[in-house]
């Protein structure tokens, strides 16, 4: 290591080198980040604002459109400013920085997925003490968790990265920086970065686990419903979480479980697209779709927005 460069930036080689690819790519993801920012935007605004939405599941959906805003943000930006730009580089810190928010914003979200779960569990399992188990304060605390339970696993992951010296090569096949592809420059013992990241699979599936708990109960009880009218509004309630869920859940999976290839570093770009670009957009899209009320109140707030002009 003495003879040899400490590297102080990495280089993030992108989705493309075409300039007409580079161009269509600008333009693509520049409109993907501005719809994400305004659908999740406006998810949180008629949730807090319109009377009818006034309860738990819609108050859990503002909060996760405020995660899908942060997750978007920590990548779109930079990598929009790196296919224009001359230099595509990302700073040592700046990188880490990246790693790091990223997991405290997707840590967030897999607790208060869950969150909506147990939302929709209680609804559906125990509809006679739903107002008395889902308070106010009760759901607060479970945000407040989701975020807490963040912050602490970005923490105990940035430790361990600010201890990595990087001698090697600089380049980053991708357009943003995640664990897998930092830990494999560095040059130091990545042993306990690698325990941490199991570590995070592990403090990551009880959440998972107990999101599928609820859900086979949900789908028990609702194949019991004798109305087909009743079974049907219920399987439209829960729809919508359990698709997002999958959209996350799938791609993150594949992701940093799968064995690191160089042959596959193509589909590794688009499943990293699908989680941390397409998801957030999708997810306001998916709600606005499958619920009634929501769509209801962003007509009513858009009617409102024409009669003003």
């Not at 990246?98 to 997991?103: E, G, H, M, R, W």
Request: hydrophobic content about 50%.
């Amino acid at each position: 290591m003495e003879n040899q460069t400490v590297i102080t930036e990495f280089i993030l080689l992108g989705l493309s080198r075409d300039p007409h690819l580079q161009a269509i790519f600008f333009l693509l993801f520049l409109m993907i980040f501005l719809v994400t920012l305004l659908g999740n935007l406006a998810i949180m605004l008629v949730t807090r604002t319109d009377s009818n939405l006034q309860n738990p599941m819609f108050f859990f959906l503002s909060h996760l459109a405020f995660v899908d805003i942060c997750n978007s943000s920590i990548t779109v930006p930079k990598m929009l400013e790196n296919i224009v730009g001359k230099q595509k580089t990302i700073s040592l810190e700046g990188c880490i920085a990246q790693i790091v928010f990223f997991f405290q914003v997707a840590c967030a979200e897999v607790f208060i997925l869950a969150a909506m779960a147990y939302d929709r569990y209680v609804a559906i399992c125990d509809p006679l003490h739903y107002t008395t188990i889902m308070k106010k304060e009760i759901c607060r605390h479970l945000v407040s968790g989701a975020w807490a339970m963040g912050f602490l696993y970005s923490l105990v992951n940035a430790l361990p990265l600010l201890n990595l010296h990087f001698c090697k090569s600089n380049i980053i096949d991708n357009y943003i920086c995640e664990l897998p592809s930092v830990l494999a420059l560095s040059c130091t013992q990545t042993l306990t970065n690698y325990i941490v990241l199991i570590t995070g699979f592990i403090f990551g599936f009880s959440p998972f686990l107990f999101t599928l708990i609820s859900y086979i109960h949900i789908i028990s009880t609702i194949l019991k419903f004798r109305s087909a009218e009743g079974r049907r509004k219920a399987f439209s309630t829960c729809s919508s979480h359990l698709i997002v869920v999958g959209l996350f859940y799938i791609a993150g999976c594949f992701r940093y479980m799968k064995p690191s290839s160089e042959s596959l570093i193509y589909l590794d770009k688009v499943v990293s697209i699908q989680y941390s670009i397409l998801t957030p957009m999708l997810n306001p899209i998916i709600y606005s779709l499958k619920n009634k009320d929501i769509q209801n109140a962003l007509a009513k707030m858009f009617g409102k927005c024409k009669f003003l002009k």
